[in-house]
């Protein structure tokens, strides 16, 4: 039991570890999706909410 509850552990550390690299790809993925959908649409005045749910969608897919 003790093997695994380190297992565990150490698999959190590593995580915890990649959490700001990853939070930080997930930033310049979601900005750069919001300058490109605002250059196409840039008269539209819901272009970036509908920015923000598109790209949501695409980033709960690449991480799952």
């Not at 509850?5 to 997930?26: G, M, N, T």
């Not at 509908?50 to 790209?55: D, F, K, L, T, V």
């Amino acid at each position: 039991m003790r093997s695994a509850q380190r297992r565990r552990y150490l698999a959190d550390c590593d995580f915890l570890q990649r959490l700001p690299a990853i939070l930080l790809q997930i930033r310049t993925h979601l900005s750069a999706e919001i300058d490109k959908f605002q250059a196409q649409n840039s008269t539209h005045q819901m272009g970036y909410e509908s920015c923000r749910i598109s790209a949501f969608f695409r980033l709960h897919f690449l991480f799952c």
